[in-house]
């Protein structure tokens, strides 16, 4: 296939196999149900948090699901016009990026980052903010789209990860999806073990059935937790 995808006419198959597949997603509720998956594996390490930070919180799906008058939750995101609909006496929002965390050290019991690290240009930068914000003994949650899968999940290219960059910019671009290709699962977990994590439990996350006969998982959560020295 050719590079040159530079006219409109080229471009329409990308745009619309994109939309059909993103249509089938809608009619069978994957997204819906993939939050309340996601949820599942969430809760029980939440529970006992007085302080959650969701950092990344978009819309706030996973903030409100959360939030049971038990604890503090913070909702970030770099925009606050996606902050206007998280709205509750138990959650405080909070406009920052998710680079530059401004929250103290060592305050943050629980920290989720989840649909999140794979669209930052910087994630050992985040990482590292996670490492220094949350508590001795505290967890982050990490969810990660493989990025590798058979069908890319953000553009539903198939097979995009081992396609030449100057095509994956041209199909992100397209569709304006701002994704970064590096953040591979292999590469997310080494920064997490630089950064000094210990990784506590890995969820493989199938959203059908049938991916199951797979070698690899369409996305992951992993629970890591930080164990800082005293001085």
């Avoid at 530079?6 to 329409?12: A, G, R």
Wanted: glycine fraction near 2%; charged fraction near 25%; proline fraction near 4%.
């Amino acid at each position: 296939m050719s590079l040159r995808l530079s006219s409109e006419s080229s471009l329409e198959p990308i745009r619309v196999t994109y939309q059909v597949i993103e249509n089938l997603v809608r009619r069978l509720q994957l997204y819906k149900k993939r939050v309340d998956r996601y949820l599942k594996h969430l809760k029980p390490y939440v529970e006992n948090a007085r302080v959650v930070v969701d950092i990344g919180c978009g819309s706030g799906e996973f903030s409100k699901a959360l939030d049971d008058g038990k604890r503090l939750i913070i909702a970030l995101d770099i925009k606050i016009s996606a902050l206007e609909g998280v709205r509750s006496t138990s959650i405080e929002r909070v406009c920052a990026n998710a680079h530059y965390l401004p929250l103290r050290e060592n305050s943050i019991d629980c920290v989720l980052s989840l649909l999140l690290i794979e669209h930052l240009q910087k994630p050992r930068e985040h990482i590292e903010e996670l490492y220094r914000v949350v508590k001795s003994r505290g967890v982050v949650i990490l969810q990660l789209p493989n990025l590798q899968y058979l069908i890319e999940p953000h553009t539903k290219w198939p097979l995009l990860w081992f396609m030449p960059k100057k095509f994956q910019s041209v199909i992100l671009k397209d569709l304006n999806k701002h994704v970064n290709m590096n953040v591979t699962v292999r590469y997310a977990l080494t920064l997490f073990t630089k950064a000094k994590f210990t990784l506590k439990k890995e969820v493989r996350i199938y959203h059908l059935k049938i991916m199951k006969l797979f070698l690899i998982a369409p996305a992951y959560i992993f629970i890591f937790q930080s164990v800082k020295s005293s001085k």
